[in-house]
């Protein structure tokens, strides 16, 4: 019979310390704050061990002792400890691990730590399940929490990668609404400032993949208001060529105003991606 692993070992101790009752002149909680030591350690034995389903596992027996025991936060950190052990080849259990992390931050106030644990699923829904619907929900969430928290700069970031998401989930309208959101909110910076003609150059994208010429030049005159130094960008001047060329149902004309963007500004896959859709829209293929 082969011999138990010393993880395995620990386990074993803290089951039974779980289990055990307790006696007339001790606490409850005593066995479960032991018990909760002992999973901790079986935990950190598994991952030595690169056992990261059983590392999970035992981090969640973990965070369990220690709600009984009401400690709230030694309960978010197991399980936020569970959540990363998860993450090595197991996503769905990674966000229950997550989603029980947040319900302990919100409890407490902790908005911030809640919001990197929401954006954490995100990442999770958008680079290992595929599923941009729930990514961008989370994305918002995590927006939500950090604005209020007054983390102006992470918020954006998390508004735009909802944006994004939006956009290629074919709802531009509402794409458009968000990247103007943080178009508004960086226009007041100097530091954020620059990154503003790239937000709404990706609305006028967006209201362009909708066919809808007459909202990309009311927006491009719109944003040239807001500040005047966009309508000498290139990305201004490209809207504008990619507006005429849509207009008169010219391909030609709009295929040479990508590849003349694209050989000063490499486009990126986002934007090579709505392009393509704008162009599909005309009538054409591609856009080479």
Not at 223 to 234: H, M, P, Q, V
Not at 278 to 286: A, D, E, T
Request: with cysteine; charged share 30%; hydrophobic share 40%.
């Amino acid at each position: 019979m082969p011999s138990k692993s010393p993880a395995q070992v620990l386990i074993e101790k803290a089951d039974k310390k779980a289990a055990s009752s307790s006696g007339w002149f001790s606490k409850d909680t005593s066995k479960f704050e032991e018990a909760g030591d002992l999973y901790q350690q079986a935990a950190n034995s598994f991952k030595l061990e690169k056992l990261f389903k059983e590392a999970g596992d035992a981090f969640a027996r973990e965070a369990e002792c220690r709600e009984k025991c009401n400690e709230t936060n030694d309960a978010a950190n197991a399980w936020w400890n569970a959540a990363k052990a998860y993450k090595r080849g197991f996503p769905d259990l990674a966000i229950q691990a997550l989603s029980q992390t947040i319900v302990h931050y919100t409890k407490s106030g902790r908005f911030r730590q809640a919001a990197d644990r929401e954006k954490e699923i995100a990442q999770i829904y958008l680079q290992e399940q595929n599923d941009l619907r729930r990514a961008c929900e989370s994305y918002e969430r995590a927006g939500d929490w950090y604005a209020q928290e007054d983390a102006t700069a992470t918020a954006n970031a998390c508004f735009k990668d909802a944006a994004d998401l939006h956009a290629d989930l074919e709802e531009y309208s509402v794409a458009i609404a968000r990247y103007e959101q943080v178009a508004d909110h960086s226009l007041g910076s100097a530091l954020t400032k620059y990154s503003v003609k790239d937000y709404w150059l990706k609305a006028l994208l967006c209201a362009l993949a909708q066919q809808d010429t007459v909202t990309a030049k009311r927006n491009l005159q719109r944003y040239g208001a807001l500040d005047n130094t966009f309508t000498s960008t290139r990305e201004a001047k490209f809207i504008a060529a990619l507006i005429a060329a849509v207009e008169e149902g010219d391909e030609e004309a709009y295929t040479g105003a990508v590849v003349e963007f694209d050989q000063v500004t490499k486009l990126d896959n986002w934007k090579t991606a709505i392009l393509l859709k704008v162009k599909r829209g005309m009538g054409g293929i591609s856009l080479t």
